[in-house]
Structure formats: structure tokens, C-alpha cells
């Protein structure tokens, strides 16, 4: 069974550092990989999709990079903002009889202290 | 462009009543579709999909039942709430399994 890990659970940095979210999934025969922001209360916006067959996504201060053999995807934010608070997931896409679900992680709380 | 509706955006219910939450999807034809709870410090949690009209698969048992009465259309009903039931609800969409998967903005719901 896929599993899906994100450490730390919380993280809190001061205005304008590059920050790092990690996560870790068990099986690495995935089709895509999706990080998501969410902010309290409300549901998720898609941030990037990166495809198995993909290194890395960009968007705006955003970065993801996926590697499929170590089960591993990082989500790279620069020159963070106050704004930037929220908590981060990310949830595979597997293959075969599910693969049209999404498995997540539980997600980094990031908070951005001005 | 794709968006998803879902609503109503809070409730609260006494215990034994009744559910019914909608889900909405415009801009795209033969939407897989998702219901999704999340739990505080339990993540999210997959309760129903379906991949088309009238298919409904369900994820965990419990007091909670789907139906996809329109191509775009999802629902999650409950004939009997129970408190074990609170939570929030996510639905969900994608066009394929390469493809974004985008939320709506949730219900919270509350049996009191």
C-alpha cells in the first residue's frame, strides 16, 4: 500500500528565507505527483503537477522537483512571504486499478513571520 | 475554463438527520469525480469516486452513500447522521490520471 509522508509537520521561517517541504512516498511506480496549498478552512488549490517522467515544475517563486527512484519530491519556495502561510500537501497518482486516485501526505503547516 | 462548486459551504445537523451535499463540475465532460474527507491530524481521506454516470466506488464503509445522477453531478447523502460524521468535505475532479486534480472549497459539517 502507497504511503505518503511529509516532515517536518510545521515549519516556521521569518520573511524572505528559501524554504524546502519534503515528501516521501513508498512505492515509486507513480503516474504523476501533485502539491497543493491549502488555506484554513478552505479546500485546495493545485500549485504543480509533475509527471513521472518529469524532474522538475516551475511556477513563480515555486519549484518542485520529483525523484521517482528515491520515492522522493521536494517543493522549493523562494523568497517566502507572509502570504505564503498555509499548509502544503502532496498526493500521488498510482497506477493500475486506482489510478485514478490521489494518496496524500498530511501536510507541512508552513507559517511566514514578517 | 474548469471549475468546481460545492455547497453548502457549512452546516450543522442533529444527530439521525439527513445529508445531502452537492458537487458541481463545468468545463470539462466525463470528469472522474471524488468526495474526500478530512479529519483534524488524520489527513485527507478518500470516501467515494466515480468514473462515470451511475459508477460509484466506495473506499471505507460507513453511514455515507454517493450518487452521480448527471455526468457532472455528485452527491453525498446520508439517511442517518451520526456525530462520527463531522468533519470537512472535500469533492474533487479530474479529466484523467494525468491530469490536475482540483478541489472545491469544502463543507463543513457539524451533527450536534
Known amino acids: 500500500k502507497q504511503e505518503v509522508t511529509q516532515i517536518p509537520a510545521a515549519l516556521s521561517v521569518p520573511e524572505g528565507e528559501n524554504l524546502v517541504l519534503n515528501c516521501s512516498f513508498t512505492?515509486?511506480?507513480?503516474?504523476?505527483l501533485q502539491w497543493f496549498r491549502q488555506d484554513p478552512g478552505k479546500g485546495l488549490t493545485s500549485l504543480l503537477l509533475?509527471?513521472?517522467?518529469?524532474r522538475e515544475q516551475t511556477s513563480g517563486r515555486l519549484n518542485a522537483s520529483l525523484d521517482k527512484s528515491s520515492g522522493r519530491s521536494t517543493l522549493y519556495i523562494a523568497a517566502s512571504q507572509p502570504g505564503d502561510s498555509a499548509t502544503y500537501l502532496c498526493?500521488?497518482?498510482?497506477?493500475?486499478?486506482?489510478?485514478?486516485?490521489?494518496?496524500f501526505g498530511k501536510g507541512t503547516k508552513l507559517s511566514v513571520i514578517p | 475554463s474548469q471549475t468546481i462548486h460545492q455547497w453548502p459551504a457549512t452546516l450543522v445537523q442533529p444527530v439521525g438527520s439527513p445529508l445531502s451535499l452537492e458537487c458541481t463540475v463545468e468545463?470539462?465532460?466525463?470528469?472522474?469525480l471524488y468526495w474526500y474527507r478530512q479529519a483534524a491530524g488524520r489527513g485527507l481521506q478518500l470516501l467515494f469516486y466515480?468514473?462515470?454516470?451511475?459508477?460509484i466506488s466506495s473506499e471505507v464503509p460507513q453511514n455515507l452513500s454517493a450518487s452521480r445522477p448527471q455526468d457532472r453531478q455528485f452527491i453525498l447523502s446520508s439517511k442517518k447522521l451520526l456525530l462520527s460524521d463531522s468533519g470537512f468535505y472535500l469533492c474533487?475532479?479530474?479529466?484523467?490520471?494525468?491530469?490536475?486534480?482540483?478541489f472545491g472549497q469544502g463543507t463543513r459539517l457539524t451533527v450536534v
Open positions: 498526493a500521488v497518482n498510482l497506477p493500475g486499478a486506482g489510478s485514478y486516485q490521489l494518496t
Open positions: 512505492d515509486s511506480a507513480i503516474y504523476n
Open positions: 509533475i509527471q513521472s517522467s518529469q
Open positions: 468545463g470539462t465532460s466525463n470528469p472522474n
Open positions: 466515480s468514473v462515470g454516470i451511475g459508477q
Open positions: 474533487a475532479f479530474k479529466g484523467g490520471h494525468n491530469t490536475e486534480a482540483f
